[in-house]
């Protein structure tokens, strides 16, 4: 059980398009999901938290505008990276948990988006 | 406050060997730990998990860790490395006061020689 599922897994766009990044828990209601963004060789950091039927928190730093996060219902939450530019290049992965001390978070496979 | 510590970048060690990827953290609350392995250019999979019962833990593939509040630590060890292990490992924190958001330690990538 605790299947999360992240969609597409990579994805090259041009530089002023918009890119949705879709985080699914397949098998468990999740109403809290995280999404993170990881630059190579280093820590994941986390970008927002993403709550079902409201809107997201967003970590210091992070640009809400720019970042848009919709979690739809309680299996689905997507991340929208408008006007990408090549500096969003990056590998965003998403996380969810039924009980997150209990159970810790299972992560989907991760997106690694391009911007040319 | 929490926060992770892990003590070593990068670990290499020759098949067969011992592995110990060192981690420390800190937490007000009693808090929830988690090691997670990344291979390249995917997601994060739970290798094991403390969360107030046994303070060793037994994971996946081998590995396990031991929970020390005393040292503050839980560091991850394995008996005998095999070439798959190699990857990037994390240490994670959870509080259970900080509404569910997790720390990670800054990764230890371990490289497995032949």
């Known amino acids: 059980g605790a299947v999360v599922s992240q969609h597409p897994s990579w994805v090259i766009c041009k530089s002023g398009t918009s890119v949705k990044i879709e985080c699914r828990s397949l098998d468990f209601q999740a109403t809290t999901m995280f999404w993170y963004r990881q630059f190579p060789k280093q820590s994941l950091m986390l970008m927002a938290t993403?709550?079902?039927?409201?809107?997201?928190?967003?970590e210091q730093g992070v640009e809400k505008d720019k970042f848009l996060i919709n979690h739809a219902s309680l299996t689905l939450s997507t991340l929208t990276v408008t006007s990408a530019h090549p500096e969003d290049s990056s590998f965003y992965i998403c996380?969810?948990?039924?009980?997150?001390?209990?159970?810790?978070?299972?992560f989907g496979s991760g997106t690694r988006l391009t911007v040319v | 406050a929490q926060s992770v510590t892990q003590l070593d970048s990068h670990v290499s060690v020759s098949e067969g060997t011992p592995v110990l990827l060192r981690c420390n953290y800190s937490s007000s609350y009693s808090p929830s730990l988690f090691w997670y392995v990344q291979h390249p250019n995917k997601g994060l999979q739970l290798l094991l998990k403390y969360t107030s019962a046994a303070t060793l833990v037994k994971g996946i593939n081998g590995f396990e860790a031991e929970f020390k509040k005393s040292e503050t630590s839980f560091h991850l060890t394995k008996p005998s490395a095999h070439m798959s292990d190699a990857a990037e490992y994390f240490c994670?924190?959870?509080?259970?006061?900080?509404?569910?958001?997790?720390?990670f330690g800054d990764g230890t990538t371990l490289t497995v020689k032949p």
């Open positions: 996380s969810a948990s039924r009980d997150e001390t209990n159970y810790g978070y299972t």
């Open positions: 994670v924190v959870i509080s259970n006061t900080n509404a569910g958001k997790s720390t």
């Open positions: 993403s709550n079902e039927g409201s809107k997201a928190t967003y």
